[in-house]
């Protein structure tokens, strides 16, 4: 009876060592397939992540070939429009001085006609040097040249910047210093051409690991939810260029009524 009874006792203990063989095998398979689909899923989101980076790299890339394309032509019809129409002009004088009977009020004129065009040339000249790149900006840093072009925007008594400032612009590298000064310049052009805005007021704070660049204004704001600004703002896209060059990051708030604010920033030098 005791032997029956041990075997009995052997034969349950068998049975619950296998079951729980039997289901550890089946949880390990369980807790394995949960592990290898979970880590799927991570892989095809970073995948997933990684190709709206790639995207958007492309985006912006587009949007900076437009943006360059789009100014190639605006210097082209400059030169064109300015340059190349003057120099006619004076080419005509030159030839004038060159005949033969003249009075010398006709020399008079066509000298001072033929001065008044060179001066006008040289301006237009000068205008177009100054948008390729400003000669403030180069030889005294993007601070000064940042005061310059707030100051001929006040001065325009169209709309009223206030400039606040608390680091060393010129620690940035000039092409960092040329980004820079171009994206405020786009965003002043905006709030001037599309937001009629009449107050602006630009920041720039230090922060722990970040220097935060702010912009608002006044002006009259736009729906960013709306799809036709999201592909007719090139001016926007080739800002967000600027910065994704800068390595730096980007937020843009707005409501219709309300202006809009800008902010953006860029790693700490």
């Known amino acids: 009876m005791a032997v029956e009874r041990a075997s009995l006792f052997e034969g349950e203990t068998s049975i619950m060592v296998f079951s729980l063989l039997c289901f550890l095998l089946v949880l390990s398979i369980v807790v394995a397939?949960?592990?290898f689909f979970s880590k799927k899923k991570l892989v095809q989101k970073e995948l997933e992540k990684k190709n709206l980076e790639i995207l958007h790299q492309k985006e912006l890339l587009e949007a900076n070939l437009l943006v360059?394309?789009?100014?190639?032509?605006?210097i082209g019809g400059e030169l064109h429009d300015d340059i190349s129409s003057q120099l006619n002009l004076m080419a005509m004088d030159l030839q004038l001085l060159n005949r033969p009977q003249m009075t010398t009020e006709e020399l008079q004129n066509t000298r001072k006609h033929l001065l008044?065009?060179?001066?006008k040339a040289n301006e237009s000249s000068r205008k177009i040097a100054h948008n390729l790149f400003p000669p403030l900006l180069e030889k005294f840093g993007l601070g000064a040249a940042m005061e310059e072009l707030i100051d001929d925007t006040?001065?325009?008594?169209v709309?009223?910047?206030d400039f606040e400032n608390e680091y060393d612009l010129d620690l940035f590298t000039t092409e960092e210093q040329l980004h820079i000064y171009r994206i405020f310049q786009e965003l002043i052009n905006n709030s001037i051409k599309h937001g009629q805005a009449s107050h602006i007021q630009i920041?720039?704070?230090?922060l722990e690991k970040f220097i935060n660049f702010s912009y608002t204004d006044d002006g009259f704001g736009f729906n960013i939810e709306k799809q036709d600004h999201k592909k007719s703002g090139l001016g926007l896209?080739?800002?967000e260029n600027r910065i994704f060059f800068?390595?730096?990051?980007s937020q843009l708030a707005s409501k219709v009524g309300k202006g809009i604010r800008y902010d953006f920033w860029i790693p700490l030098k």
């Open 203 to 206: 920041k720039v704070v230090v």
């Open 116 to 119: 008044a065009l060179i001066t």
């Open 246 to 249: 800068l390595k730096g990051k």
């Open 154 to 157: 006040n001065f325009s008594n």
């Open 237 to 239: 896209k080739n800002i």
């Open 68 to 74: 360059q394309e789009e100014e190639r032509k605006r």
């Open 33 to 35: 397939l949960f592990f």
């Open 159 to 161: 709309v009223r910047i």
